[in-house]
């Protein structure tokens, strides 16, 4: 496990980048796989779009499309890398559209197709999201199909490359994150993923999980939402594909939107701009370090 602490000052740039939305067809495994080592009887696996949870105001349909923004570099041409971005639990309202553009755009203007993917906008669910939803691991769970279902499209598609395309989650999103990366997940699909950033994660659970692929971890030193202790430990567990970690000194959840620090459920979330500024270029650098190995 590398573990590093910043506390350095940054001015975060902004990069625009033009979004074509998108529909991709839902689906889901045949059957699934406990992703917790143990624990067979958790799983949060769903054969249906929409499952009729309180959330989805108890509709069940058994297909489904997703919607998503697609951002490429201009004049992109051929297959080329992708980051999936996942919104947290509040889905992509206000707050993460920004930070989708935000990041998004800086992701595009270092040369990488981006796919912003609202798993509950997709679902007709409200503003609240799942923040009050004591269940957020069964809807993390269920994500993680949405993500395969996205990485699966953009493949047949033809505009990224199979062997690039990585996830970068945030809050239940992120979660979602360290799901997809599980082994035990990703054995169900065709495609897998390149690796998986995961900003301020609940690794509640996620200590014995064995990663299929590079994962990194942006964990904030103050986050009241997520244990960033429960996730140290996590990185420093044994594992065949070893976790990295970066811990924010001073940094609240959400520590990547233009907010400032004020109380959401309960707990204490905004703005820190070396965290917000170190993270995206932190994610950056080790894609192009990526892209560099594969060329």
């Not at 573990?3 to 625009?16: D, G, T």
């Not at 309202?93 to 595009?108: F, I, P, S, T």
């Not at 669910?125 to 996205?150: E, F, H, I, M, N």
């Not at 990663?211 to 990194?216: I, L, T």
Request: proline content about 5%; aromatic content about 10%.
């Amino acid at each position: 496990m590398r573990m590093i602490i910043f506390s350095l000052v940054a001015v975060l740039s902004f990069s625009s980048a033009q979004a074509e939305v998108v529909k991709i067809p839902w689906h889901t495994p045949a059957q699934s796989s406990p992703w917790i080592p143990g624990n067979d009887y958790i799983d949060g696996w769903s054969k249906n779009f929409m499952d009729g949870t309180v959330e989805e105001k108890r509709k069940v349909k058994a297909e489904g499309e997703l919607q998503a923004d697609l951002m490429r570099p201009q004049g992109a041409k051929g297959l080329i890398p992708f980051v999936i971005m996942l919104h947290g639990c509040d889905g992509f309202g206000r707050v993460e559209k920004a930070w989708g553009r935000d990041y998004g755009g800086r992701l595009v203007g270092a040369g990488y197709g981006v796919l912003l993917l609202d798993s509950f906008g997709s679902r007709g669910l409200g503003p609240d999201g799942v923040c009050a939803d004591p269940s957020q691991l069964t809807w993390a769970r269920r994500r993680a199909d949405d993500a395969y279902s996205a990485l699966d499209w953009l493949i047949a598609q033809k505009i990224a490359d199979p062997k690039q395309v990585y996830v970068l989650g945030r809050s239940n999103g992120t979660t979602t994150t360290l799901m997809i990366m599980n082994r035990a997940i990703g054995d169900l699909h065709e495609h897998m993923f390149a690796g998986g950033f995961a900003m301020q994660p609940s690794c509640y659970l996620m200590k014995n999980v064995e990663f299929y692929a590079p994962v990194h971890l942006f964990l904030a030193e103050k986050d009241e939402a997520t244990s960033p202790v429960l996730c140290g430990q996590m990185a420093e567990s044994k594992r065949s594909i070893p976790v990295t970690s970066v811990l924010w000194k001073g940094a609240s959840h959400s520590f990547e939107d233009h907010e400032p620090i004020h109380v959401f459920h309960g707990y204490h979330i905004g703005y820190n701009a070396a965290a917000a500024e170190g993270t995206i270029k932190a994610i950056i650098d080790m894609l192009n370090e990526a892209r560099k190995a594969k060329n």
